[in-house]
């Protein structure tokens, strides 16, 4: 079956540090991938995205390019800020028929960023 | 710009009771989704709406109903609640089913039951 697999929190690092947040993938066809971002007390939001293999998603300063031959999605960005703190998940888009209509999520890494 | 709108957004329940969550979309999407949330396990599908008048089950299915009354609302009700169902819940929409589409999520619904 398709599954994702995050590295795991917490994560605290100091403001202005690079952040990177590791996500690999098994999937059967060709999946989608994600970042969604997870506010306190809120739901959660598409940060980026990644259709095919070798394209680069971004946002806000967060990076994830899409490498089929290491099956891995990792999260970079270059200097962090307090703001950023949150939980972040890792998704694959595509369910183990092919159809294409579930979301697979990791297991979510809590980021800390302090001043 | 409401996007999804969850209620309520806190329950408590005893054992056996029953409930209904409401979910409410105003981006006219087609597809509509209900996971759960628990610690160290990402968000599960418990069921989804992929256009209005079709359900599917998901993931994690078992205990919940769901009913997709219009293209904005989709309420997944609890028959009989287990304290196994305490968790957070999560409303979200797609434009379409296909899973390459992003989807939006509304606040969630913190349920309790004891």
């Known amino acids: 079956g398709n599954s994702v697999t995050q590295m795991e929190g917490p994560v605290t690092l100091s403001e202005e540090a690079f952040l990177t947040i590791n996500c690999t993938y098994t999937?059967?066809?060709?999946?989608?991938l994600f970042w969604y971002v997870q506010y306190p007390g809120e739901g959660l939001q598409l940060l980026l995205k990644a259709t095919k293999a070798d394209d680069k998603g971004s946002n806000k300063g967060f990076e994830a390019t899409y490498r089929k031959e290491t099956t891995s999605f990792h999260l970079e960005k270059g200097s962090v800020q307090v703001s950023d703190s949150a939980v972040y998940f890792c998704?694959?888009?595509?369910?183990?028929?092919?159809?294409?209509?579930?979301?697979?999520f990791g297991s979510g890494t809590q980021l800390t960023v302090l001043p | 710009n409401a996007g999804v709108t969850q209620t309520p957004k806190f329950q408590v329940l005893k054992t056996g009771q029953s409930m209904t969550l409401q979910c409410a979309q105003d981006m006219n999407h087609n597809s509509m989704y209900w996971y759960r949330q628990d610690p160290g396990m990402g968000l599960r599908l418990i069921y989804y709406?992929?256009?209005?008048?079709?359900?599917d089950k998901g993931e994690v299915p078992n205990g919940y109903n769901v009913s997709r009354l219009n293209k904005r609302e989709f309420s997944l009700r609890l028959e009989s609640a287990a304290p196994s169902q305490t968790s957070v819940y999560f409303c979200?929409?797609?434009?379409?089913?296909?899973?390459?589409?992003?989807?939006?999520f509304g606040d969630g619904t913190r349920l309790s039951i004891l």
């Open positions: 998704a694959l888009g595509l369910d183990s028929s092919g159809s294409a209509r579930q979301l697979t």
């Open positions: 979200a929409s797609g434009r379409t089913a296909h899973s390459n589409q992003p989807q939006h």
């Open positions: 999937a059967t066809g060709y999946p989608s």
């Open positions: 709406s992929a256009s209005e008048g079709t359900t």
